[in-house]
């Protein structure tokens, strides 16, 4: 009987069905309504809900993966190495976003459906709804926005392979225990922590009802030993990838969602339990004192409780209502929000990014978010005059860059994090040496992803390299989503190999820093400096120059360079540097040097009397949050409030 | 579902294909005589990688190539003197030797040539031939093993680092030890005592947040022993008990503008020799110089001469990076006598001074015979690797000439190592790309002339054209390596360490080099000792 049940039994047939009027199910359909319904619940809510798309390219735990027998290879030599490559073919359907959900909501039924086949060949007495636990379990996981999509896959032939084993069992240990080793052997290779689950439910198999209590812990102990045997001594691995390849539990595994993760995997560790404890009950005797005979221990299995049997309608209600809940309590909506910026970004698409951050962001906003926050600005020609209405770091903008000798170890790793996301921001820039440094190291800690590829070829045909810029082309054009532009690309520099005639090379070219600098980072008024010097009409170093100025509140830089606005042709001063130039005058008593036809309009000379009226009772008392508080409604976007709010730390971490 | 029709469809392909080249092409019968081809190009054909007057040893696996012409279908037949030739027919230009033929057809061309002919069936359906190609087969054998290290490009940070042993004989390749032996540490600086692959030291350098340490594995007959201490770059004498190897003060730092961002220096540097026998580390003042940086130490095949690379230090401060000064390093090349009856070094003297060439001299490498030594020249600096203008030079030891090497191109050029025989050179170079660092392998006659080099032959033709590692620090073997990669991997991870006592130097944490240099008048004591931790 399924979670679903259209026909009860005992109950009278709606007189509806009867008549005709409705549509009825015809009975052999039955079986395969209740997994539509699972497989159409979980696609909808995984494409349209979580939204899979979000998931491509999102973290650096998501997986390359190129056409090709040489990038094959290397994962059919450890355990675990064919679902990881499967799962790396599959996360790139996440890229198109529907597909991908497909195919994932269809692992998800096969593991409900296998749950439920195992749960009717462990105990018959059971209900239908605990093999939805981990078709739950499993969309919860993917609501945290983990990548954990190999560990998922494991699941299903873990289970299914349990399944397997009880058609195959035949009560005898001589003729069982091989089945067993052998399907582990085949399951720990294959999929790595899936034959754990196998093991497992084999195990509980042989307990349940005390069938052969014996070969179910020697399943266990076979399964430890093999595992180690084949992971520690045969593929010499480390302890913790012998013992659970795939499963996301070294230090530097996504912690996103790992915790229900593991939770899937302990609710099928549950079957066990609840399977040894039912031998233990035949062993030791029932409450009354009486023991079972084995015949009908077997043949009922392992009792379940009863307060847990949900038959009545309400209850069936109750339990739709939890499942909802825990996708909702599940679901990690900022999360959600950081990744759709993210993705916009990527594609470009600059309004969509605006969109989002103003929809709401969260409470703890991640540089990465402000990041692309502030590329979309850029793009939009809102940089200087809306960063402020955005929640702003020291280290956002320039992601190190420029930030001084300070901005080192940590700021670069980061940006190794997101090397999908910085690499063009800063090519458009040219900073083409700071971008092949960290495009071989993303290529190093990462693989070959696709965008990396990409990125690196660009770099080599701005430094005329054509035949290095061909090798990653070559490799990308066997990427599944990048490969029609390699092509484009490899013909291109077959018709022109130095790519002469290419706009956006030229231009590259053209902003190419000049002049070389080695050493451990340059102040921002440096870095400004130096890429203006290749080319004073590169806009966006000046841009990004000014604003990260504003951040590390030097005014003296922003003042400094006002002058270049005429390289650009503008006609007024954006906003942010205008404030910057009236908090200059009112720290320094000096008047800032503009040039003809630029001014401060009044309003901005205001709003800094208004702000400093307004901030003075709190200066006056040192009561910086009190302040802070009182003062955002009206100036939070405003450069006076960062000035004086934003605490130090934050603006220069 | 693109994606997936991709694939199917790709596949598709390449089975396609490979059933029409087996029904076009399945061998020489199906395909015109070469005599028979009429229409001739009076020009090479392009081949990738080039092949065209090379010189090859007799031992060496297939040099697999590409046909870089249009057309429908290719043959290539290669033919020693005597007329035994293989041929080999192509649907899309992939050329690749059988190994039984490839290995008897060179024993027939020892110390002669095999003469490549080329044919392209155009798009017409017309066979096109191509004028001869010639590749020289040398007399002398070369090392059968090669060992190097693969890694990416490296930066900062590095991963799936491995050391490897490639048979030159066959494509066989296997792991010697790799980082994930070690929580994905880094292995580098694997140095063998005259290519005895008995006698070998590794350095590992541990990742941050694995539990393991950096160390140096040294290898005998077998045995391993772990030292706490990682090794630079280090030169076993041939008797297999004396390790020269250099302690660097080495910095990485990066270029805004130019073709190369990475660059490296070495704040201080000096060398100390290991005494394998006794377990006992000890320097002495010409290696270790308080005022001058020591490196790239290299044996003399008699093990009384030290050569190595020694410039002054030209910065007060040994912490600060990056220092202005350090375009204007340059090394010579110098030389010191050793004692190994009494373990005292004497006589030093430089070889070629710097200023006299205008380059900073690295890497020496004598030559098996000891008559002569292969370098590396570069603008400034400790690392050729990094230097696009570093290029191989060699210096006649007896008469002091020095003159570069035919073998150069506008790339770097680097890590080098003599054949037991010296009779084959094989040196990394960038030459291509700029990017990627290839082996490549030169014969030296026995006039001394280098011939044109061959890159390391593959199986797969196309293999270079995607390979995203360097190869780097190749080194011939005369054999395999009797240790596998699991008991090295485990020597990694040992916590029974053999603590190594260094002499106290300015590289010393407490930087008092001077003073202890000083007071080592007369022959220089061991200052080292090994004690099991």
Known sequence: ?653 | MRPVLHILRQYALSVSAAVLACLLLPGCDDVPDLSEITERREEVPQLEPACAGVTIPPNIAPINFRILEDGTAFLAVLAAQGGEQVCVGSGDGRICFPAGSWTSLLERARGGELVLNIAVRNAEGHWQGYLPVTINVAREEIDPYLVYRLITPQYNVWWDVGVYQRCLESFDQVSVLHGDKFGQGCTNCHAFSGGNPEMMSIATRANQRSPYKSACIVVRNGRTTTLDTPWGYTSWDSTGRYAAYSLNKVRQFFHRAGAEVRDVIDLDSEIAVYDAEKGEVFTAPPIADPDRMETYPCWAPDGKTLYFSSSPIPWEDRDRMVPKEYRDVRYDLCRVSFDSATRTFSGLETVLSADAVGKSILLPRVSPDGRSLVCCFTDYGCFPIYQPSSDLWIVDLETGDFRELPVNSDQSESYHSWSSNGRWLVFSSKRGTGVFTRSYISYVDEEGHFHAPFILPQKNPDFYDTYLKTFTVPEFTRGPLRIGSRQLGKAARTRDRVSVVLPVTTMSPDKTKKASADASSGPWQSAGSVRQK
């Not at chain 1, 990038?71 to 890229?95: H, K, M, S, T």
């Not at chain 1, 950081?338 to 990014?353: D, E, P, T, Y």
């Not at chain 1, 490899?490 to 090379?505: G, K, R, V, W, Y």
Request: proline fraction near 6%; aromatic fraction near 12%; charge should be positive.
């Open chain 1, 1 to 653: 009987m399924s979670l679903w049940t259209l026909r009860e039994p005992g109950r009278s047939v709606p007189e509806s069905v009867l008549s005709g009027r409705r549509l009825s199910i015809s009975p052999r359909l039955i079986p395969f309504v209740a997994p539509a319904v699972c497989f159409a619940i979980s696609f909808l809510y995984l494409w349209l809900v979580v939204d899979i798309r979000l998931f491509y390219e999102s973290s650096e735990w998501f997986p390359p993966f190129l056409l090709g027998k040489d990038f094959a290879a290397p994962f059919f030599r450890y355990p675990g190495g064919p679902i990881l490559y499967l799962e790396a073919f599959i996360a790139q359907l996440q890229y198109f976003g529907w597909p991908a959900a497909l195919v994932i909501a269809a692992v998800i039924v096969m593991l409900g459906k296998g749950t439920r086949a195992f749960l009717n060949q462990l105990s018959p007495s059971w209900p239908t709804w605990p093999a939805y636990v981990p078709v739950l379990l499993t969309l919860c996981v993917f609501s945290r926005y983990g990548t954990h999509l190999a560990s998922i896959l494991a699941l299903v032939p873990g289970v299914w392979g349990a399944v397997g084993y009880a058609k195959l069992r035949h009560g005898c240990r001589r003729r069982d225990l091989p089945v067993f080793i052998i399907g582990f052997l085949v399951l720990y290779f294959s999929c790595g922590a899936g034959a754990y689950v196998f093991a497992g439910l084999c195990a509980a198999l042989e307990f349940a009802g005390g069938r052969d209590e014996l070969l179910g812990g020697t399943f266990i102990l076979v399964a430890g030993f093999l595992a180690v045997l084949v992971g520690r001594t045969l593929c010499d691995l480390s302890w913790l990838k012998a013992i659970g390849p795939v499963l996301p539990v070294e230090s530097d595994s996504d912690t996103r969602g790992q915790l229900l993760l593991l939770l899937v995997y302990a609710f099928f560790a549950l079957f066990l339990v609840a399977a040894v404890l039912s031998a233990g009950r035949m062993w030791w005797g029932t409450a009354d004192g009486t023991k079972p005979s084995p015949p009908s221990a077997v043949r009922n299995g392992i009792p379940f409780p009863k307060f847990l049997l949900a038959s009545s309608r309400p209850a069936k209600l109750l339990l739709v209502l939890i499942a909802l809940a825990s996708l909702n309590y599940a679901f990690d909506r900022p999360q959600r929000s950081a990744l759709l910026i993210a993705h916009f970004a990527r594609m470009k698409q600059w309004a969509g990014v605006l969109r989002t951050a103003d929809s709401g962001l969260g409470d703890e906003v991640f540089p990465e978010t402000t990041y692309h926050i502030d590329q979309a600005l850029y793009r939009q020609g809102l940089l200087a005059e809306r960063m402020f209405a955005y929640p702003q770091t020291g280290i956002s903008l320039m992601l190190g860059f420029a930030s001084g000798p300070k901005a080192s170890g940590t700021l670069r790793f980061m940006r190794y994090g997101m090397y999908y996301d910085v690499g063009d921001t800063f090519l458009d820039m040219g900073m083409v040496n700071e971008v092949e440094h960290d495009a071989h190291e993303a290529l190093t800690r990462y693989g070959p992803h696709g965008e990396v590829l990409r990125q690196l070829a660009v770099v080599n045909i701005a430094k005329r390299r054509p035949e290095t810029a061909r090798i990653f082309l070559r490799l990308l054009r066997r990427d599944l989503i990048h490969r029609r532009q390699a092509q484009t690309m490899l013909a291109q520099l077959d018709s022109d190999p130095l790519m002469e005639n290419d706009p956006c090379i030229n231009m590259l070219r053209s902003r190419m820093v000049t002049e070389d600098y080695a050493g451990r980072g340059q102040t921002v008024d440096e870095w400004g400096e130096n890429m203006l010097k290749a080319n004073p009409t590169n806009h966006m170093a000046f841009e990004y120059m000014m604003c990260q100025s504003l951040m590390e509140r030097r005014l003296d830089v922003v003042v400094k360079n006002l002058h270049r606005l005429n390289d650009f042709g503008c006609r007024t001063v954006p906003i942010h540097f205008q404030e910057a130039v009236v908090l200059y005058e009112a720290l320094t008593g000096e008047r800032a040097p503009l040039l003809p036809g630029l001014q401060i309009y009044p309003a901005v000379y205001q709003a800094y009397d208004s702000f400093s009226r307004a901030l003075a009772p709190y200066h006056a008392t040192q009561d910086v949050r009190g302040g802070s508080e009182a003062l955002a409604p009206n100036f939070k976007g405003s450069y006076f409030y960062y000035y004086a709010f934003v605490p130090e730390q934050q603006r220069s971490r």
